[in-house]
């Protein structure tokens, strides 16, 4: 076994009630998980990048034991998934849930000396380790107030905080930057880089594509339970091939949307709404030579332009290209 | 300094030893909470004790002696109020520590960790014996300094050891429960009713003897009921069920052995269920 992770086929489907009102339900199966496999090596940064309910973090609690998958095989630190629970626990640090996952009424220090005990650190061990993290993240100042009185962000660092305690070969995280702000997110970057620079392999899973493409050395774009592309961000881009990417912003209307996806030389038009105005954007063949009649489609059928940027592609467009959607739509797997 | 791959006895008893102490720093953080335990069974004995007074009078003594076989029916009434804070704090604080944790996201932190979650369970019993054993010694203490009987009147030690034997089928019982909080995801409503069922059946204002023997049977199958008659048998010398106390001991330890292996494999296949299906988190 070569990778740090290795998942061979691996299928995770539950059954869920779905309502229909006071007391009538009916029950739903859900394939959260169809038939994955990938290999993380040592050492690298891995990002999982798909929008909410793509399969990410089922694809997580499955590697870290929380679930139990339906079908194919994993190994996680050289450990079997169903086998070897334990060890597989044991050897990884793990950031799930963000701040839900934390002890309220405890202190900070107090919740990482707990999970040190969890791990089986000695108690000086713990002590210090927990002492040592608090320096590293800069959580002095309130290591020693209770949870419940931290804000959204610092609950973060905290629950960041608590996946370091074990010291483990692999790191997952599941999308550590939620609810952080700018300079908040920007430091917990830098530390994950230090880390993996450190030897520490990663496992990031965001649904923001400029944070998959500025940390993650390898990224597998995940969307209803599959993994559809597997490749390095530039080797991800290359697979559009001649390929470009127009993003128009202004009022545009699905009527307009759909004419352009049937222009020839359009291989997708997704409308998205962002900051209160549309935005579509285009993959096509040639733009320099779509443009023209790009522009008469939109207008033909009452569109308001207000920006027209034939730009570099992006993570993003590669989603929207295997897709048909943007990150920004959660996924409702069926 | 990677976790320990494969723990040792005495790392796995520091994790459970480090689950009990979060339970007393959670609870530290609310002191009314326990104050209000020690006045509840005293509360509670009282109401029956009181009754027995307006109806018996005088002669309530003798009216009590008669039935079931002791005179001392203040002292009757708090133990069996007592040892049921005993009980009733096993099921709440078991049926609650899962419940609590899945709402509020902590259980999939802790199935995170390699501590097994029969380890925690080891803590959160821990917890709970120091919790409940305090309360109730305290408001027994308390409650025979109010209505003026001597607590430590019989056999003390004898008393003790049938509670410490009782502990161990008492928690055996409620991690079967606990696995059918998980199972349905309800905590307060199963306690509810599992407290009225439990108070019925062990007996904790009569003897079981005065039950239908259909009912009785079924008190003398759930551990508790050998628990409280064996307390007030060895405090107040009513009588044990097999007429020597070390009979009724085995019993209890019959109890200590099958109980806590039943409930272990019943609360390990309800784990594995909810890993299989919607997974610990879901709520």
């Given at each position: 076994m070569q990778g740090q992770v290795r998942i061979d086929n691996l299928s995770k489907t539950y059954h869920t009630r779905q309502r229909k009102g006071l007391f009538k339900s009916e029950e739903k199966r859900v394939e959260a998980l169809k038939g994955v496999s990938l290999e993380i090596k040592p050492g690298e940064v891995f990002g999982l990048l798909g929008p909410n309910g793509a399969g990410k973090t089922t694809l997580i609690k499955c590697l870290t034991t929380l679930l139990l998958p339906t079908g194919g095989e994993a190994w996680v630190n050289g450990y079997h998934l169903t086998r070897e629970a334990n060890q597989i626990r044991a050897s990884v640090g793990c950031m799930l849930m963000g701040e839900r996952g934390?002890?309220?009424?405890?202190?900070g220090s107090e919740n990482l000396i707990f999970f040190g005990a969890l791990y089986h650190l000695s108690p000086s061990a713990r002590r210090r380790r927990a002492a040592e993290i608090v320096e590293r993240l800069n959580l002095g100042d309130i290591a020693d107030r209770s949870v419940e009185t931290y804000s959204s962000g610092q609950k973060m660092k905290l629950a960041f905080a608590k996946a370091l305690?074990?010291?483990?070969p692999l790191l997952i995280l599941d999308e550590p930057t939620n609810t952080l702000d700018l300079p908040s997110a920007r430091e917990l970057r830098a530390v994950v880089r230090e880390l993996n620079a450190s030897g520490k392999t990663v496992i990031y899973t965001t649904h923001i594509m400029a944070e998959a493409e500025t940390m993650c050395d390898r990224v597998a774009i995940v969307d209803r339970g599959e993994v559809l592309a597997l490749g390095t961000a530039a080797e991800l881009k290359a697979s559009l091939g001649r390929e470009e990417v127009i993003h128009i912003e202004g009022v545009i209307s699905a009527q307009a949307g759909e004419a352009v996806q049937r222009?020839?030389?359009?291989?997708r038009a997704v409308r998205a709404a962002v900051d209160g105005h549309t935005q579509l954007t285009v993959v096509a063949q040639d733009q320099r030579a779509l443009l023209p009649r790009l522009i008469e489609t939109l207008t033909a059928h009452d569109a308001v332009l207000q920006k027209i940027v034939p730009e570099e592609v992006t993570l993003e467009d590669v989603f929207i290209a295997r897709t048909g959607r943007t990150l920004a739509d959660d996924t409702w797997v069926k | 300094m990677t976790a320990t791959i494969r723990p040792s006895f005495r790392q796995k008893l520091s994790a459970a030893l480090a689950e009990t102490w979060l339970r007393l720093l959670n609870i530290s953080r609310y002191p009314g909470q326990l104050a209000l335990e020690i006045i509840i069974p005293i509360v509670f004995a009282a109401m029956p004790m009181l009754l027995g007074r307006a109806t018996a009078g005088a002669n309530a003594a003798a009216n009590f002696q008669a039935n079931t076989g002791t005179s001392n029916y203040v002292a009757f009434l708090l133990i069996g109020s007592n040892t049921f804070t005993i009980v009733s704090s096993a099921f709440w604080h078991i049926a609650y520590w899962l419940r609590f944790e899945q709402e509020t996201g902590t259980l999939e932190s802790i199935y995170l960790t390699p501590t097994t979650s029969m380890t925690l369970a080891g803590g959160v019993a821990l917890y709970s014996v120091v919790r409940g054993l305090t309360s109730a010694l305290l408001a027994y203490i308390l409650g025979c300094l109010i209505f003026r009987v001597d607590p430590f009147a019989g056999d003390v030690l004898l008393a003790l050891l049938f509670i410490l034997i009782g502990l161990i089928p008492l928690y055996g019982v409620a991690f079967l429960f606990g696995a059918l909080v998980l199972k349905v995801k309800e905590s307060n409503a199963l306690v509810g009713l599992m407290q009225w069922v439990v108070s019925f059946l062990m007996g904790i204002f009569y003897p079981v003897a005065v039950l239908p023997p259909l009912v009785r049977l079924l008190a003398l199958l759930f551990p508790p009921t050998w628990m409280v008659n064996g307390v007030r048998s060895a405090?107040?010398?009513?009588?044990?069920f097999f007429g020597k106390w070390y009979l009724d001991i085995a019993v209890l330890m019959a109890f200590a052995l099958s109980v806590p292996l039943l409930s272990f494999w019943a609360f390990n296949r309800v784990e594995q269920g909810v890993k299989r299906n919607e997974g610990m988190g879901e709520f």
């Open positions: 934390l002890y309220w009424k405890l202190t305690i074990n010291d483990a222009l020839a030389g359009v291989s | 405090l107040l010398g009513m009588g044990f």
